[in-house]
């Protein structure tokens, strides 16, 4: 047996203005990064013997990382789609959207539609590749969908439709 694994799905290139600019903003911030992660391994480097220099090893290994995002953010940034516009029907869900749920016991759940490279579920961002999300596209209020998951299967009644960077709720 091989090792190979297949390509992951291509995700959405869409993305919102705040998110887009976080993104610009953290390439920025790894440039300068890297020009001071490469003065520390040049300093470390004359310190004699790379083999057994923790220094050296451990900046290293960082500019590798530093290396990996800035050319994983160099390539994904221009393929990306701003997403600015509130949609012609603000009823429905779409792109951007703060949906407020309500599930089967009653209780209240807010999500904010996004693309996938925004996720954050402290913020309460869901991607719109996400099963959820797929499920709440071009629905309205009032309207109630049905999820499976591995747990099984759950009814939402969609609550309201809000669009905005900020939270609503």
């Not at 090893?57 to 160099?74: A, C, F, M, P």
């Not at 539609?113 to 309460?124: A, F, P, Q, T």
């Amino acid at each position: 047996m091989g090792r190979y694994r297949p390509p992951a799905p291509k995700s959405s290139p869409y993305i919102t203005r705040t998110g887009y600019d976080r993104m610009d903003n953290e390439l920025a911030a790894l440039w300068k990064r890297r020009a001071e992660v490469t003065k520390a391994v040049t300093a470390a480097a004359a310190e004699g013997d790379r083999s057994e220099n923790a220094e050296y090893i451990y900046r290293k290994k960082e500019l590798r990382g530093i290396d990996r995002r800035i050319r994983y953010l160099q390539k994904r940034l221009p393929e990306l789609t701003i997403v600015e516009a509130v949609p012609s029907d603000p009823t429905c869900v779409f792109f951007g959207a703060w949906v407020k749920l309500e599930d089967e016991q009653g209780e209240e759940h807010v999500y904010r539609i996004v693309g996938s490279d925004e996720i954050d579920l402290d913020k309460r961002y869901v991607s719109m590749d996400a099963p959820l999300a797929r499920a709440l596209f071009k629905k309205q209020r009032d309207e109630e969908i049905e999820i499976s998951t591995p747990k099984g299967t759950s009814w939402y009644v969609i609550v309201d439709v809000l669009y905005g960077d900020s939270p609503p709720y």
